[in-house]
């Protein structure tokens, strides 16, 4: 990308409290075939725009950014590419939300009553979007149907620094994720606080990244720990209602209880065979805000496809600009501790 002013246009929602920023204008085009190809090329030479748009001084450690274009599937309405602090998501669930009510406000989609039904491509696959429309346009739940979802490797052993070690279940859900209860580390949920939550996940991604050799069955782009799901231990089908935290990308904290995270806990529970399918539960995250989950259909003793329901909101909209002097253009994340102009900790 040129040294030059850059502009880009914005919607922003949010899901569950989870933000879903949405390029809408200032995007370059992105090159490739497919969609996979695209994600390839935004990395590769148009990472600036994820920086500009998710880091502070635009955005913020915890923002998360949608890129639309062109599907390259006839039976897709329209292709999403996903961004965070840290880099781009293969799958996206409370985004997808979001996107269900967007796409029909924007025409993108036709609305009808009293439910209107599209197929969205994304990164992991094609996803089926359910949307509740009423007969004057407005929008209620949307739903997703996710990629076949999966669990393993199982009981796999990470040591987490000091001599110390920890058990996690891996699961996928659109991005692979690593699976505990918050007692396994010593922890609770609801009496430890945050902080101490957060490093003890992001101290399992680095440990999982390290020491893990993920593969996917189909497309070696997805293979590659996303995120680390602390639960409160409950889950269905001993709890109608679960909380977990999510900690994804680098190092960043979902708001909402993550659609591609519940698809992978409830992959981990028909594995466990723990749950039938058609059985609904609530899955909420920080804001408490919850989306439900349920076991659509079983494709094998391994696989699953989820549903996923929730709400999006709408949270502002606007334009933001990089000026080509600004110091801070290509965004900054706030570092753990001030170093001194030579680079060195002041602490």
Known sequence: MTREERCYAYTDLHAAGEPVRIITGGAPALSGTNLLDKRRDAMRRHDAVRRHLML?????????GVWPTEPDRSD????????????????????????????????????????????LQCPCGPVDVRVE??????????SFDSVPAFAGPLHQSLEVGGGDSVEVDIAYGGAYYAILPASRLGLDLYA???????AAG???????????????PGESDLGFL???????????????????????????????ATGSGITARLALAHAQRHLAPGIACEFAGLSGVPFSG????????????????GQGYYSGEGSLRVEPDDPL?????????????????TT
Not at 192 to 198: A, Q
Not at 294 to 309: F, H, N, P, W
Not at 329 to 345: H, I, K, N, Y
């Open 226 to 256: 996303y995120g680390c799901i602390i639960t409160d231990g409950k889950g269905p089908p001993d709890s109608a209602m679960t909380r977990n935290l999510c900690i994804f990308g680098d190092g960043q904290v979902d708001r909402s």
């Open 76 to 119: 897709c309405a329209l292709a999403v590419l996903f961004m965070h602090n840290g880099g781009w998501s293969t799958m996206c669930g409370h985004a997808t939300v979001a996107l269900g009510r967007w796409i029909i406000d924007q025409g993108i989609v036709q609305a009808t009553t009293p439910l209107t039904t599209f197929r």
């Open 329 to 345: 253009r290509a965004g900054f994340e706030v570092p753990p501790r001030l170093t001194d102009q030579a680079g060195r900790s």
């Open 133 to 142: 429309t009423d007969a004057s346009g407005r929008t209620g739940n949307v």
């Open 192 to 198: 430890n606080r945050l902080d101490e939550l957060v």
């Open 56 to 64: 502070e001084p635009r955005g913020h450690a915890d923002m998360y």
């Open 202 to 216: 992001r101290s399992i991604i680095a440990a999982g990244r390290g020491q893990l050799d993920i593969h996917h």
């Open 294 to 309: 349920k076991i659509r259909r079983a494709l094998s003793d391994d696989e699953v496809i989820v549903t996923v329901t």
